[in-house]
């Protein structure tokens, strides 16, 4: 195997993988701290997906159409992101889990259905601004430029996250629920407001992959039915609740599936769902989680 | 055994039923039966063993292609297809279930989902051997039962005999041993069980009928697909257990009657079955958390079988994990 076919499959990986860590850091957040497997993460991804096909399609006389639909869609998802924790998740807090996984479950539905009937059942392809339309050469291997946008992307949100967990003091308080939400809710601070946030945040995250995810290709119902559970096993992988592991878990399941297209095109997703399932049965936790959780 | 009456009248009725309605609902009632036997052998595991099992459709999904692919490629009768079937599940179900009865609660459910979905890349890409996502078809099943109602009587005979079966391990030592250990599996250890190989062949069993169950879908359809083992169809048994209430023996039953029913009426005027069925899991999960069954035995008496909620504390039944 050459060197250049090398660099193709690691940077395809590499943006694969970024694309599974903004799905994947929202979706670890939001179990780390509410301890609540969101089933649904996937469906409201796609919903961004769909929501910035829209903002692009009414400003689409405007070369900066997209750049000011991405944000607009994370927006909006956001919103949504807060009515269903105000009116459903909220009332699960203290349930079994699997009543919780069928909310979400149910949620998944709901949302998929939702979708269909507001944007019906053809494919939405959005056209890129000249920018990000033609590739770039990395050593002679072309390259879509629209991922280094998704690249960068993916930075600034890890970068962005890892500030707010560490250097703020609303990252504090969700760092400490994570760990003992008793505590935090001992020394009186209002963790059905704390939940409310980061259900927000990881919803914002989302909606945030999903746009970014539109203009890659065409926008298909039940594109999100593959993406939640390349999405868990990243989180498996990386540890629920860790901000570093779920960022190398999407880049090992990211760079695997990259590079094992190229021996074995149909194993790529099982070999991903090999190394899950090996993570689990030796490190329940995940790699950088902590098995101290209740 | 005066108690039980009410079984005796439900057998009954459904004798008689393929006599009394129009050919579509005895096909209804055959998929209650199937679904209703899936959504049983999934109970197995989270009614009675305490675990959540979100990958549950694999097996079904196996044993739906052990019958269908030995129909198709070979001149087998079909009580031994589904006996393969069942062998099938139950072979896929060592193995997956060895890895995990060692994990708990949310564990569980991630790698049962892990492996499902592993099970259903398999089918799904093996095209020489599966027919990859064409399905398989033309599984056509012997001339005696060829008419819905011959089927529905073969159906009711095989998921009857099924339950009877399931019945009887939930009432044996075994039983009640995987409800001591749902309950606090150390104190289970403590008085000297194995309690993963216990695990384990509870899990197998569950497999092994949820595997009957499948086979008996692809002679009924006249074709099978690999969605049948997708992570969807494995919400399914989990909804109509929690619909039917996870405790009483026949409450994922009742689930597969309200939400095979609700499905053939609903999918007759709209295509938004998902729609109503997620909102009405929603609402389910929301307001009645206990399920029918557990509305019912609040007001009726009469279904409150001790056997059925004994030593069942809310608190010890949470997942500590």
Redesign the interface.
């Given at each position: 195997m050459d060197f250049s076919l090398v660099i193709a499959q690691f940077l395809s990986g590499l943006s694969r993988g970024m694309m599974l860590f903004l799905i994947a850091s929202g979706l670890s957040l939001i179990f780390g701290v509410m301890n609540i497997l969101n089933f649904a993460h996937a469906a409201l991804w796609l919903a961004g997906a769909y929501f910035c096909y829209t903002f692009w399609y009414l400003m689409q006389g405007y070369g900066f159409g997209l750049w000011v639909a991405i944000p607009l869609a994370a927006l909006a998802m956001a919103a949504i992101g807060w009515v269903i924790e105000v009116v459903l998740i909220r009332r699960v807090y203290d349930r079994e889990l699997s009543e919780q996984l069928l909310l979400t479950y149910g949620l998944i539905l709901v949302i998929d259905d939702l979708i269909k009937l507001t944007w019906g059942a053809e494919d939405k392809l959005i056209t890129r601004p000249p920018l990000v339309a033609s590739p770039v050469f990395f050593f002679g291997i072309p390259f879509d430029s629209y991922f280094i946008f998704v690249i960068l992307i993916g930075v600034a949100v890890a970068i962005g996250l890892w500030l707010f967990l560490k250097k703020t003091r609303y990252g504090h308080i969700v760092r400490a629920a994570v760990f003992s939400r008793e505590m935090v809710g001992a020394l009186g601070i209002p963790i059905p407001r704390i939940y409310t946030g980061v259900f927000v945040l990881g919803i914002f995250i989302a909606g945030l992959a999903g746009a970014v995810q539109a203009p890659v290709g065409s926008i298909t119902l039940g594109m999100d039915t593959a993406v939640i559970v390349q999405a868990f096993c990243v989180v498996v992988i990386g540890g629920f609740g860790s901000l570093l592991g779920t960022f190398v878990g999407s880049m090992i399941v990211g760079e695997v599936y990259a590079f094992s297209i190229l021996f074995w095109p149909q194993g790529a997703l099982a070999l991903i769902f090999i190394i899950t399932a090996l993570v689990l049965i030796a490190r329940p936790w995940g790699l950088f989680g902590t098995p101290m959780r209740t | 055994m005066k108690r039980y009456w009410w079984i005796g009248l439900i057998f009954a009725g459904a004798l008689i039923l393929p006599l009394t309605v129009e050919e579509f609902w005895v096909h209804v009632a055959i998929e209650i039966l199937i679904l209703g036997l899936f959504a049983v052998s999934f109970n197995m595991i989270?009614g009675y063993m305490g675990q959540?099992s979100?990958g549950h459709a694999a097996f079904y999904g196996v044993g739906a292609y052990a019958t269908g692919m030995l129909m198709v490629k070979t001149p087998i009768p079909l009580p031994i297809c589904l006996a393969a079937s069942m062998i099938a599940a139950g072979v896929c179900a060592v193995i997956i279930g060895y890895?995990c009865v060692?994990?708990t609660?949310?564990?569980f459910?991630?790698?049962t989902?892990?492996?499902g979905?592993?099970i259903y890349?398999?089918i799904f890409?093996?095209y020489s051997f599966t027919g990859g996502d064409n399905g398989l078809q033309g599984i056509v099943p012997p001339k005696m039962l060829f008419g819905a109602t011959a089927y529905y009587y073969f159906t009711l005979f095989i998921v009857g005999a099924a339950l009877i079966v399931i019945w009887y391990i939930i009432r044996s030592p075994f039983g009640y041993t995987m409800r001591a250990i749902r309950d606090n599996a150390d104190r289970t250890r403590f008085i000297g069980i194995n309690v993963r190989r216990y695990m384990l062949i509870n899990f197998v069993v569950a497999a092994m009928f949820a595997g009957l169950a499948g086979g008996l879908l692809g002679p009924f359809n006249r074709s099978i697909s690999p969605d049948l083992c997708?992570?969807?169809q494995s919400?399914v048994p989990?909804?109509m257990t929690?619909i039917g209430g996870?405790l009483g023996f026949l409450g994922p039953m009742i689930g597969s009657v309200v939400y095979t029913f609700l499905m053939a009426f609903v999918t007759g005027f709209t295509e938004?079955w998902?729609?109503v069925?997620?909102?009405?899991?929603?609402l389910v999960?929301?307001f009645v958390?206990g399920g029918i069954l557990g509305l019912v035995e609040e007001r009726v008496k009469i279904f409150r079988s001790k056997d059925m909620a004994d030593g069942v504390d809310e608190s010890t039944?949470?997942?500590s994990a």
């Open positions: - | 989270f959540l979100f890895f060692r994990l609660g949310i564990y459910a991630i790698l989902l892990a492996f979905q592993l890349y398999i890409q093996w997708n992570w969807h919400g989990v909804f929690v996870a938004y998902p729609l069925i997620g909102s009405v899991i929603i999960v929301l958390p039944h949470k997942e």
